[in-house]
């Protein structure tokens, strides 16, 4: 306590709290009771955590999505007739392949066929309906270049009419084969077939990875293939995709154009992104409830200490501290709470990201606004939540606290 003076003569003496002093005298509660101070922390810290990890892992995970739709390309389209009467890809005419590669903007095209009337299986001794959910397509050597894709083991086929096969990834799975070569064989529509290669996932055509793919020759030969194609991939010029995706449906199939869809692959993962963004406030909200649990934590541990803590009060009201350096006292008492909290949550919010980052084999990235934001919504729960504790404490008169103490 410092005396203030006035031309020599005493006057009343004026108490002074000294910034310097204000932090040590605040946190002498919280450094007498660490326990109950770290458990009223932790609500904040949760909170924060939950804000900084759902915004860190939804900005990580959409950036390795925008980057695979950048490295797979967005000028993916097409073409497909629907469904047939047996469930599996509607036939488009035999003319819409070279038709299709006659637009100016296209730049590859691959035809494939969607045989319905075979199935894949890993011996002939599985009961016929039990297919796994696999299709038998017929393509040719236009596809990994088309749709951007490459082998995992053996080759690709070769056009040959040979009974060889490549798998998609997820068919070798469900057929339990890892090896290629002449002693790895599926049956195939009735004959058996040598498994040449297995290809790795395909993100933007999924029904390939869950496809055994023949040649068209083969097809024919041994499938009873006709010859029209049921769904055809189209790379075209990234400048021009809009224009030759107008232009798709009527070459393909000129008397039926209505009939013809025409998409594109890349729609669907952006569609991902959006479903994540609309995922980002659920678990937003949670974060939200947490904070308010933390606050309201914080201010009952506030109203707690104002009452054991009468006799305190009132002495140092009764040696000249003023009103407002009580409220100051348990007000920054509160913040210190909740910034300690709040920085907790930040590490905790950054280490779950990271992991996920690196358990996923993505980039981290932690959005700015989710660390300078969350130690200010910190700062913000621990002024709301002191506020009343602090008011409390500074409405005290000294001869009531001592007299109760």
């Not at 497909?80 to 488009?92: D, I, P, R, T, V």
């Not at 997820?170 to 040598?194: C, E, N, Q, Y």
């Not at 199939?253 to 994540?276: E, G, I, M």
């Not at 981290?364 to 404490?393: D, K």
Request: aromatic share 4%; hydrophobic share 45%; net charge positive.
């Amino acid at each position: 306590m410092n005396r203030a003076r006035t031309g020599g003569a005493a006057t009343a003496d004026r108490s002074v709290l000294r910034p310097r002093d204000l932090l040590p005298t605040s946190t002498l509660g919280l450094r007498s009771r660490r326990m109950r101070a770290v458990l009223s922390a932790l609500g904040i810290s949760i909170g924060i955590a939950s804000l900084v990890a759902v915004l860190g892992v939804t900005r990580s995970s959409q950036s390795a999505l925008l980057a695979q739709i950048d490295r797979l390309g967005t000028n993916l389209l097409t073409v497909a007739n629907g469904q047939g009467l047996s469930g599996g890809e509607a036939a488009l005419p035999a003319t819409a392949s070279p038709m299709i590669r006659q637009i100016r903007y296209v730049e590859s095209v691959a035809p494939t066929a969607q045989l319905t009337g075979a199935d894949v299986f890993r011996n002939d001794h599985v009961p016929a309906g039990q297919t796994g959910g696999l299709a038998v397509r017929a393509c040719d050597r236009t596809l990994p270049v088309t749709l951007g894709g490459t082998v995992l083991a053996g080759r690709f086929l070769d056009g040959g009419p040979y009974p060889v096969t490549v798998l998609g990834h997820d068919a070798a799975a469900t057929l339990g084969v890892t090896d290629v070569g002449p002693g790895s064989r599926v049956w195939l529509g009735g004959h058996w077939f040598t498994v040449a290669g297995i290809l790795r996932p395909f993100p933007l055509a999924p029904e390939i990875d869950r496809s055994a793919l023949v040649s068209f020759a083969a097809a024919a030969r041994l499938l009873g293939y006709d010859g029209h194609p049921s769904r055809i991939y189209v790379r075209t010029d990234p400048e021009h995709v809009p224009e030759a995706a107008g232009l798709l449906a009527a070459t393909a199939d000129p008397a039926q154009p209505y009939q013809v869809n025409v998409s594109r692959p890349s729609d669907a993962l952006t569609a991902r992104l959006a479903v994540k963004q609309a995922d980002n406030s659920l678990f937003l909200g949670l974060g939200g409830i947490a904070l308010l649990v933390g606050a309201i934590g914080i201010a009952n541990v506030m109203v707690i200490a104002v009452l054991e803590r009468r006799s305190e009060i009132g002495l140092r009201r009764a040696l000249g501290a003023t009103r407002t350096h009580i409220a100051a006292q348990f007000l920054t008492e509160s913040l210190v709470l909740s910034t300690l909290g709040g920085l907790a949550g930040l590490a905790i919010g950054v280490g779950v990201t990271a992991g996920m980052a690196y358990a996923h084999g993505w980039d981290m990235a932690v959005p700015a606004q989710a660390l300078w934001g969350g130690a200010g919504i910190a700062l913000v729960v621990g002024a709301i939540a002191g506020l009343y504790p602090a008011r409390r404490a500074a409405r005290l008169s000294p001869t009531d606290a001592l007299r109760t103490a």
